[in-house]
């Protein structure tokens, strides 16, 4: 079992940074991959980055690249989220989940409460 607990969420303007956190708990974390996925009003949830339990492999969805990086440290049980260059589309609930290495919302098993991230002059 893990639980988890997003922080780091806030209202930024366009072209600024935030770095989003996600605490987890359970002896466990360091088995699963881990993601971070978004939903923006009206529309489903998405994948945006995720990264496999070594920390050694890393994918992001292509709107995203070469903007945020993904990375965890496994000793303190929690993985970040460095987002740069924001653009108002980037506006969503931020969601961090832990399950096996994918994309698809169904191949994580625990999720988050999500953090608001608006971006917005």
Same mark, same amino acid.
């Given at each position: @079992? #893990? @639980? &988890? +607990?997003?922080s780091g969420?806030? &209202? +930024?303007?366009p072209?600024? =940074?935030?770095r &989003?956190?996600?605490?987890?708990s359970?002896?466990?974390? %360091? =088995?699963? %991959?881990m993601g971070?996925f !978004? @939903?923006?009003?009206g529309k489903e949830r *998405?994948?945006?980055a995720g990264i496999?339990w070594?920390?050694h492999? $890393?994918?992001?969805e292509? =709107? #995203?690249?070469g !903007?945020?990086?993904? %990375?965890?440290?496994n000793?303190?049980?929690? +993985?970040?989220?460095q987002?740069n =260059? &924001?653009?108002? *589309?980037d506006?969503?609930?931020y969601y961090?989940a832990a399950g !096996?290495?994918?994309t698809?919302n169904?191949?994580?098993n625990?999720? /988050? @409460? /999500?953090?608001? #991230? $608006? #971006?917005s002059?």
């Amino acid at each position: @079992q #893990v @639980q &988890l +607990v997003e922080s780091g969420g806030g &209202l +930024v303007q366009p072209g600024g =940074s935030l770095r &989003l956190s996600c605490a987890a708990s359970g002896r466990t974390f %360091s =088995s699963y %991959s881990m993601g971070w996925f !978004r @939903q923006a009003p009206g529309k489903e949830r *998405e994948f945006v980055a995720g990264i496999n339990w070594t920390g050694h492999m $890393t994918y992001y969805e292509n =709107s #995203v690249k070469g !903007r945020f990086t993904i %990375s965890r440290d496994n000793a303190k049980n929690t +993985v970040t989220l460095q987002m740069n =260059s &924001l653009k108002p *589309e980037d506006t969503a609930i931020y969601y961090c989940a832990a399950g !096996r290495w994918g994309t698809a919302n169904d191949e994580y098993n625990y999720w /988050g @409460q /999500g953090t608001q #991230v $608006t #971006v917005s002059s």
